[in-house]
């Protein structure tokens, strides 16, 4: 019973396996339902509040092809970045995997039937879910948006 729980444990996500986790990355992904065709991307970062609660923050819009890119200060409390994938690329890029290093938190690379995420570490980036995940629509805008430039 207590190695099933220590592997329970270790399997869990710290941003999939939360709720407002998962609705941020599902806000991100329904209102981006397009950019898996057209190849745009958007992002957003994951931040604790320092009480366990996370909250999204949204990127500026800048309607980039097979990018996001964000220039300014990291939020404090990032704890990591979400970023929608054209749908045919569920893996993080090697730019994502070298960001998620130098930045020292994870990177997450969604697509509508797959979660990865490059680590901070050296090992290879990780499926954190396979198979359609996108399933309730939020209601609601759970992300806060971050102005051009400026902390939220």
């Known amino acids: 019973m207590l190695i099933a729980t220590l592997f329970l444990a270790a399997a869990l996500d710290p941003v999939f396996d939360s709720p ?10 329904w209102s981006n339902r397009f950019g898996s065709f057209d190849r745009v991307e ?3 970062f994951i931040i604790d509040r320092g ?9 500026p819009d800048a309607d980039q092809h097979e990018r996001a890119s964000f220039r300014g200060s ?11 994938h054209p749908l045919n ?3 993080p890029s090697n730019q994502d995997i070298r960001e998620a290093r130098r930045l020292g938190i994870a990177i997450y690379a969604l697509t509508p039937t797959s979660v ?3 680590l901070p570490s050296n090992d290879p980036p990780a499926r954190v879910r396979n198979g ?4 309730p629509v939020p209601k609601g805008h759970p992300c806060s948006r ?3 430039n400026a902390a939220p």
Do not use: N, Q
């Not at 407002?20 to 992904?29: E, Q, T």
């Not at 009480?51 to 990127?59: L, S, T, Y």
């Open 146 to 148: 971050m102005i051009a």
């Open 74 to 84: 990291i939020p404090p409390g990032t704890i990591a970045i979400i970023h929608s």
């Open 42 to 44: 958007r992002a957003a």
């Open 132 to 135: 359609f995940w996108l399933d």
């Open 51 to 59: 009480d366990g609660e996370i909250r999204c923050v949204m990127w």
């Open 20 to 29: 407002a986790g998962l609705m941020c990355s599902r806000y991100l992904m």
């Open 116 to 118: 990865t995420k490059a």
């Open 89 to 91: 690329v569920p893996w």
